[in-house]
């Protein structure tokens, strides 16, 4: 069968989007394949496609457990039945039978730390694996997003699982992560199919503040005129509700806020509404949008700035998926980076800890059989929340394996933690210099990820100029006619019955 | 001026339990702390009904609400965590339960661990039979659990009904079993509920919608859902598809694991004593655990740990005092052992 014909019995899709064509062929041809593609193109397709026509299974390696939950969900919908997704949310009973029947299922999604362990390696080995594939391939490298050490690991994986087909997607890498990428995963002879990170369709606007209030004050302007649905990123999830309720008070209703501390049941009914028009606007923080598949989203506003140009062209992509004008504002009033300098210095441990997982590694001389039963007492005594404690973890057992001293090793990681600081805070100021600076945003963005870009004709951005009248709404929110009182009984049979005020 | 229920619902407990125990039995109470202790508090001071209806309120909200509550000098911290009502107090509890009035129906110990099972089942099933019914195959769940996906499975293979005869039979038990039960509003569940074309409104939007705060709507959320199981259960017959719902839902539980196994070790024949030594446990706490068994097991032999004789004299002296106390109690009693008189206690409290 060619695969159009499969596109159009399989997705329903008359014609591919630019450059699916391309990596599907590629990867049929028994090629390995680096591939990025903008945003929202449908990078999930050029898995998924080729999965199908090929024997075998498909493994997806996923970053993120929502992300991993929202392709399982997206395939389920399209009524693939064979999919299963491993990570920490299965309980024990649960992975085991999951692992147990691994052979039966097509696409099976997993956690790079679960795909290090090594009964999952194990059961692995024994399947045969049509394609592999690295969603987000960004993730892997150093430079890439944040530090995550088991991805590190999985160029030995893929050799012990004896070389199968990859497949590396990712909407955003620069070529120094495109090389790391592909020595990571030791792709030897990889095709790299490469398409500008433009998205043409949304113009770029930043706009400074010299004091918050008054920055507070422009966003809640921005939510009454600018035509919805849109999405605000925030830092902090304490912003991202109070900001929800400032503007429900200011008259903007179906706003909700969205972050990680809420109830399951209430992600999902909040995420579900926005899907189906019932919201207009979603108070977020970034765990908000990834897998998100909502076209016609017409904006997106960073209250905070992200930590770097990876995060904020994938967050302003999140908008015109369905490729009409669509408009991203950047809010920035001065110190804004402050919080952001906060929030990665509490990722990482500091000299002080350091010092005390010393003095603690040097009395307890723990060995790499016997470091894991540690964790909790490492927490405590040198005061790690739980992301600092699994790359410090993850460290000393690498430290440990290789057969080093303690004292090289605090040495050793105090440089480390100051070179990913250090490179954090330069990207951070990246962001900073680019929202500062006075020339055309879209091509400083283009030129970021080592891109030459021509200079767009319409709506480009604040300093090519642009004009907000096409993204605003035409008419005012109308909030009365959506508290009409039903009675109960009829909106019951109108769920259950198909039945309808007047109908019978 | 209160602010939030929680509030009401504390000085409510508190005016219960009377200057007998410390404030964070009401915090435990209301928390549902699986705990003996807090568990024959709840029986001895008729607060079943609040038993885990604020799961996931903290200490420090707590705290905090005592410390507003004693501002506005509505309690008295009279000694170390003891907490009594002012006039102030008693006052300000009135005039709220005249506005907002305590669900009736609630029933936090007998259903706070099935009506989240049921409040589960029930909303999947109604999204899955109303995307049936709209011929729509693309949606997601709005539930997440997988036990809660494998039950819809095996009751729609169990049921074997056409879509439109199951929408109906559901439509009329859920409409019987809301309609004929008075002072509850069965909007505040139904406007949750999510369809094929509308999704369900959050707890904090249904408050909104109706005006109330957030720990109001809580428990009037929870009421309906108590309301609806009592109904089910009532009369299982004439509610044949809801029953199902409740099956295999119903754990024996109740109890603490501790005491379950304490159970087990009854059951086949040993002492207190024994069972404490092999255990490795007090003595103290395993009578804990029969207290406990004493609470949730109807059929429990109270006659294996206390004579005829102590039962009826203990159940005198219970009637005597007006305060549940238990050194009270034993004053009238003196040979009694406090075991004794807890079990007694346990097991007739709501009697005497
Ligand atoms: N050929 C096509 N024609 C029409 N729609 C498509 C096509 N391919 C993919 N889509 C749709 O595009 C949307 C985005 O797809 P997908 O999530 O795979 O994008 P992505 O590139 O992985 O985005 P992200 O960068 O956010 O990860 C989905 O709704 C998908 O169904
Ligand atoms: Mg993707
Ligand atoms: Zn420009």
Redesign the pocket.
């Known amino acids: 069968m060619i695969i159009e014909e499969v ?1 159009k019995e399989r ?1 329903g ?1 008359s ?3 630019s450059g ?1 064509k391309e990596v599907i062929t590629t990867l049929l041809a028994g090629k390995n394949t680096l591939a990025m ?9 050029c898995y998924q496609l080729p999965g199908y026509m090929l024997n075998g299974q498909v493994v997806i390696v996923s970053p993120l457990l929502s992300l991993m939950q929202d392709q399982v969900d ?1 395939l389920k919908i399209n009524g693939e039945k064979s999919v299963i997704a491993i990570n920490s949310f299965l309980s024990f009973d649960e992975k085991l039978n999951a692992l147990r029947q691994l052979n039966t299922f097509k696409f099976i999604f997993i956690s790079p730390e679960m795909l290090v362990t090594e009964n999952v390696l194990a059961r692995m080995k024994s399947l045969n694996i049509a394609l592999f594939v690295i ?2 391939a960004h993730c892997i490298s150093q430079w890439g997003h944040d530090f995550r050490p088991d991805y590190l690991k999985l160029g030995y994986i893929r050799e012990q699982l004896g070389n199968p087909l990859t497949v590396a ?1 990712t ?1 955003t890498a620069t070529s120094e992560v495109r090389a790391d990428i592909i020595h990571s995963l030791s792709l030897q002879d990889c095709e790299q199919i490469i398409y500008s990170v433009n998205r043409s369709n949304i113009t770029i606007a930043v706009e400074h503040f010299q004091h918050y209030r008054e920055k507070r004050d422009r966003l809640i302007e921005l939510a009454k005129r600018l035509q919805g649905p849109g999405i605000v990123y925030f830092s902090s999830k304490k912003l991202a509700e109070q900001i929800a309720a400032d503007l429900k008070q200011q008259g903007v209703g179906n706003v909700m806020p969205y972050h990680g501390g809420l109830e399951q049941e209430t992600r999902m009914l909040i995420q579900q509404q926005f899907l189906h028009g019932q919201l207009d606007l979603i108070c977020a923080t970034s765990a908000f949008g ?2 998100i ?1 909502k ?1 016609n989203i017409r904006y997106v506003i960073h209250f905070h700035m992200p930590m770097q140009f990876e995060s904020y062209v ?1 967050e302003i ?2 908008a015109g ?1 369905d490729g009409h004008p669509s408009i991203a504002f950047m809010l920035y009033s001065a110190g804004d980076e402050m919080l952001q300098h906060q929030l990665i210095e509490g990722e990482l441990p500091d000299e002080s800890q350091i010092s005390l997982l010393e003095n603690w590694l040097n009395e307890q001389k723990p060995t790499l059989q016997n470091v894991t039963e540690f964790e909790e007492e490492l927490s405590l005594i040198c005061g790690l929340n739980e992301i600092q404690l699994r790359l410090t973890l993850d460290y000393l057992k690498n430290c440990l394996a290789n057969g080093n001293d303690f004292s090289v090793f605090s040495s050793k990681f105090k440089n480390f933690i100051r070179e990913r600081l250090d490179s954090k805070k330069s990207k951070i100021e990246e962001m900073v210099n680019w929202i500062r600076s006075e020339k055309c945003r879209r091509l400083q963005l283009l030129d970021y990820f080592e891109e030459s870009g021509q200079q767009q004709m319409n709506d480009c951005c604040d300093h090519c100029g642009f004009s907000i009248v096409p993204f605003e709404r035409i008419e005012a929110e109308n909030t009365e006619s959506k508290h009409k009182e039903v009675n109960w009984k009829e909106r019951l049979a109108d769920i259950l019955l198909k039945k309808r005020e007047g109908e019978h | 001026m209160f602010g939030c229920y929680k509030k009401s619902i504390i000085l409510y407990c508190l005016h219960r339990i009377a200057d007998e125990r410390t404030v964070y039995s009401v915090f435990h109470l209301l928390n549902g702390k699986k705990s003996s202790q807090t568990i024959q508090d709840a029986f001895l001071f008729q607060l079943t009904p609040f038993f885990r209806v604020y799961p996931s309120m903290t200490r420090l909200q707590f705290d905090q609400h005592l410390t507003e509550m004693t501002k506005v000098k509505w309690i008295l911290e009279y000694e170390p965590s003891q907490y009594r009502l002012t006039d102030l107090g008693r006052e300000a509890l009135k005039e709220q339960l005249k506005k907002q009035p305590l669900p009736v129906n609630l029933n936090g110990w007998k259903y706070h661990q099935l009506s989240v099972v049921f409040w589960e089942r029930l909303s999947l099933l109604v999204q899955v039979i109303s995307n049936l019914m709209y011929s729509n195959s693309k949606y997601l769940p709005i539930q997440r659990k997988k036990e809660t996906h494998l039950w819809l499975k095996q009751f729609l293979q169990d049921t074997k009904m056409d879509r439109q005869v199951l929408a109906q039979k559901v439509f009329n038990e859920v409409v019987d079993c809301l309609e004929n039960s008075t002072s509850i509003q069965p909007e505040f569940l139904i406007s949750r509920l999510t369809g094929a074309e509308t999704i369900g409104l959050t707890k904090e939007q249904a408050a909104l919608q109706y005006s109330m705060d957030q720990d109001y709507f809580e428990l009037q959320f929870q009421s309906i859902l108590h309301t609806m199981l009592s109904v089910i259960k009532e009369k299982p017959v004439q509610l044949p598809l809801l029953n199902k719902v409740i099956q295999s839902a119903e754990t024996e539980f109740t109890m603490t694991v501790s005491a379950q196994r304490t159970e087990e070790l009854l059951q086949q024949g040993f002492t207190i004593e024994e069972i404490a030594t092999f255990r490795k446990l007090k003595r103290n706490t395993i009578e804990d655990h029969i207290v406990e068994l004493a609470l949730n097991k109807p059929d429990f032999e109270i006659g294996r740990f206390v004579t005829d004789k102590n039962v009826a004299e203990i159940a005198e002296a219970v009637k005597k005092v007006t305060s549940k106390q238990l050194k009270h109690i034993k004053t009238i009693v003196p040979h009694a052992p406090y075991f004794e008189i807890r079990l007694v206690l346990a097991v007739f409290g709501d009697s005497l």
């Open positions: 596109l997705f899709y014609h591919f989007r699916q593609l903008p945003t929202g193109t449908g990078k999930s397709l997206q969603d987000e997607l909407a990834m897998g598949n076209e994938q992509g999140r998926r």
